[in-house]
Antibody
Framework: QVTLRESGPALVKPTQTLTLTCTFS??????????VSWIRQPPGKALEWLAR???????YYSTSLKTRLTISKDTSKNQVVLTMTNMDPVDTATYYC?????????????WGQGTLVTVSS | DIVMTQTPLSLSVTPGQPASISCKSS???????????LYWYLQKPGQSPQLLIY???NRFSGVPDRFSGSGSGTDFTLKISRVEAEDVGVYYC??????????FGQGTKLEIK
C-alpha cells in the first residue's frame, strides 16, 4: 500500500525558510523509475508543480521558483525534503507530495493529504 | 513553459447525463517515443487530487469506466458518460512532455444540478 504524508510548520514568517518533509511507504526511492514531486495549491486556486527528485538523484525545479527551491532525499528514511527560501504571503498554500512511477507512465499516481502553510507576520 | 487551457471552467450536470471537458496545450504533447503525455486528475471537495487518466486515454487503477479520455497533439477531452453525485469536484489536465515544468490547466469545477 502506497502512502505519502507531508509534515512541516503550519505558519512561517515572511523572509523565513520553509522546510517540508514527505515521508512515504509502500515503495522505495532507490527503485529505478521512481520519483517524488512537490506540488502546491493556494487557497481556491489551481495546482502548481514545484520540484521533482528521481531515484538516480536527478532533480528538476519550477522555472519561476528554482532559485528558491532545494529538493533532497533520504532513501534510508523514505523521506523527501523540500526547502523554500525567502517565504512571502503569496506562498500561502497547501503543499502536496506525490509519486511518479516513470516506468508505468503514471505521473502523480499517489498523493499525500497535503499540509497547509500560511505565511504571515 | 507549456500552457494548458481548459474549457469550460465550470459546468453543472444532471445526474445520469454526460459531461465533457476540453483541454488544449500550447505545444504538441506527442513525444518522440510515441507517447502523448496528457493526464487528468479529479480533486474532490476537501481531498487531494487523484489520478484518473494517464497518457490521454488510460484509466488508472480503480477508475470507473464511465470516465474516458481522448485526443491528440494539442487537443484533448475528458468525458463522463453518466455523471454521478460522487463525480463532483475540480478536474485538472496536466502535461509532462516538457520537464521542467509540469503544467496544469486552471481546473474545471463540476457541480450536480
Amino acid at each position: 500500500q502506497v502512502t505519502l504524508r507531508e509534515s512541516g510548520p503550519a505558519l512561517v514568517k515572511p523572509t523565513q525558510t520553509l522546510t517540508l518533509t514527505c515521508t512515504f511507504s509502500g515503495f522505495s526511492l532507490s527503485t529505478s523509475g521512481m520519483c517524488v514531486s512537490w506540488i502546491r495549491q493556494p487557497p481556491g486556486k489551481a495546482l502548481e508543480w514545484l520540484a521533482r527528485i528521481d531515484w538516480d538523484d536527478d532533480k528538476y525545479y519550477s522555472t519561476s521558483l528554482k532559485t528558491r527551491l532545494t529538493i533532497s532525499k533520504d532513501t534510508s528514511k523514505n523521506q523527501v525534503v523540500l526547502t523554500m527560501t525567502n517565504m512571502d504571503p503569496v506562498d500561502t498554500a497547501t503543499y502536496y507530495c506525490a509519486r511518479t512511477l516513470a516506468a508505468a507512465g503514471t505521473d502523480f499516481d499517489y498523493w499525500g493529504q497535503g499540509t497547509l502553510v500560511t505565511v504571515s507576520s | 513553459d507549456i500552457v494548458m487551457t481548459q474549457t469550460p471552467l465550470s459546468l453543472s450536470v444532471t445526474p445520469g447525463q454526460p459531461a465533457s471537458i476540453s483541454c488544449k496545450s500550447s505545444q504538441s504533447l506527442l513525444h518522440s517515443d510515441g507517447k502523448t503525455y496528457l493526464y487528468w486528475y479529479l480533486q474532490k471537495p476537501g481531498q487531494s487530487p487523484q489520478l484518473l487518466i494517464y497518457e490521454v486515454s488510460n484509466r488508472f487503477s480503480g477508475v470507473p469506466d464511465r470516465f474516458s479520455g481522448s485526443g491528440s497533439g494539442t487537443d484533448f477531452t475528458l468525458k463522463i458518460s453518466r455523471v454521478e453525485a460522487e463525480d463532483v469536484g475540480v478536474y485538472y489536465c496536466m502535461q509532462s512532455i516538457q520537464l521542467p515544468p509540469y503544467t496544469f490547466g486552471q481546473g474545471t469545477k463540476l457541480e450536480i444540478k
